[in-house]
């Protein structure tokens, strides 16, 4: 994969789900533009944060802090 040094990102993707996602941004008044920006930035968010320990038993910081 090729990463330049531009503002470009280019992929290439079937021709039906190429018309079907314009099809479907239009309809709600987006551009391609704005909703990739919107979404990556949600991807990006949600990669850095701190993943939550499901585990049983697991304490939260809140909760690891003795009472004052």
Not at 40 to 63: E, F, I, R, V
């Amino acid at each position: 994969m090729s990463i330049g040094s531009s503002g470009r990102i280019v992929i290439e993707v079937e021709p039906e789900v190429k018309r079907q996602l314009y099809s479907t941004l239009a309809r709600e008044g987006m551009t391609l533009k704005g909703w990739f920006l919107r979404e990556a930035q949600s991807y990006m968010k949600a990669a850095t944060q701190t993943p939550l320990d499901l585990t049983p038993g697991a304490k939260s910081a809140d909760q690891k802090r003795s009472p004052l």
